[in-house]
C-alpha cells in the first residue's frame, strides 16, 4: 500500500485491478497522449483551473468526484474517444501509490490487462531488483485482486504459467461481490468486473515519467 510504495526500488509496478490501472489502460487505449496522477482531488482541479482543456477522471470511495468528467469505471469510457487529451487520474488507491513511489527506479502501472507487457518489459530490462506493490482497497488493506495479480506477474516472470481461470473464479467469488451489488450499480457496475480481469488484452504498459519533481504522468510504452 502506501508505505509500500515509499519503500519500493528497481523497477516498480504498483498495482491496482480494481480499478485505477485497468481504467487507465482503457483510456490510453482511446487515445489519450499521457495520463496526470494526483493523490487528491483538489490537485486536479488546480491542473484543470490551469489547462482547461485537460479529462478529469476518478473516483472518492468508488464514487465520480462531483465535477469530474468521469469516474473511474472502464465500461463508462469504454467508447469515449480521448484522442490526444491530457487526463488528470485520482483514485483513492493506485494514484496514491504512483504518487509516493519516489524511491523507484522505473515505475509503471499494474493490471491483469497488460499483465503480459508487463512481464515482457521487465525481462527485457532485467533488473536486479523488481518490487510488485498492492495497493489494497483504498490504500488500506489488502484485496484479492491486487494480490493476485502480484503473484501471477511474479510466477510469470519465473516461468511458470497460473491458473488464470482459478483466480478468476475466486475474485469473483470475493473482492468483486461488491460489482454485483444493485446498490452500486451506478458507480461500480459489474461490467467492470470483465473489464478488469480481461487478461493481456493491451499490449503495452504504462510507464510513469518524471519530467519534474513536480509532474509525474503516465505514458504509453509499446512492448514487443
Excluded: W
Aim: proline share 5%; charged share 25%.
Amino acid at each position: 500500500m502506501v508505505e509500500g510504495a515509499r519503500k519500493a526500488r528497481g523497477i516498480t509496478v504498483i498495482i491496482d485491478v480494481f480499478r485505477a490501472f485497468s481504467t487507465a489502460c482503457y483510456v490510453m487505449n482511446n487515445g489519450a497522449e499521457k495520463i496526470i496522477p494526483v493523490s487528491e482531488a483538489i490537485h486536479a482541479f488546480r491542473i484543470k483551473e490551469k489547462n482547461p482543456e485537460y479529462i478529469l477522471l476518478g473516483e472518492e470511495f468508488e464514487k465520480k468526484i462531483p465535477g469530474f468528467d468521469f469516474g473511474n469505471s472502464p465500461s463508462h469510457i469504454l467508447n469515449a474517444d480521448f484522442t490526444g487529451r491530457t487526463v488528470v487520474h485520482r483514485t483513492s488507491s493506485g494514484t496514491l501509490g504512483i504518487v509516493n513511489a519516489v524511491m523507484a527506479d522505473e515505475l509503471l502501472t499494474g493490471s491483469f490487462v497488460n499483465a503480459g507487457a508487463i512481464v515482457s518489459y521487465i525481462r527485457e530490462k532485467n533488473p536486479d531488483t523488481v518490487s510488485l506493490v498492492c495497493m489494497g482497497y483504498a490504500a488500506l488493506r489488502p484485496i484479492e485482486e491486487d494480490t493476485f495479480c502480484a503473484e501471477y506477474i511474479r510466477e510469470v516472470l519465473k516461468g511458470r504459467q497460473p491458473d488464470y481461470t482459478e483466480i478468476v473464479r475466486v475474485i469473483k467469488e470475493t473482492s468483486a461481490q461488491r460489482f454485483f451489488d444493485p446498490a452500486n450499480a451506478d458507480f461500480s457496475p459489474p461490467e467492470d468486473v470483465d473489464l478488469c480481469l480481461d487478461l493481456n488484452r493491451f499490449d503495452f504498459i504504462l510507464r510513469a515519467n518524471r519530467s519534474s519533481p513536480e509532474c509525474i504522468y503516465l505514458e504509453r510504452i509499446e512492448v514487443e
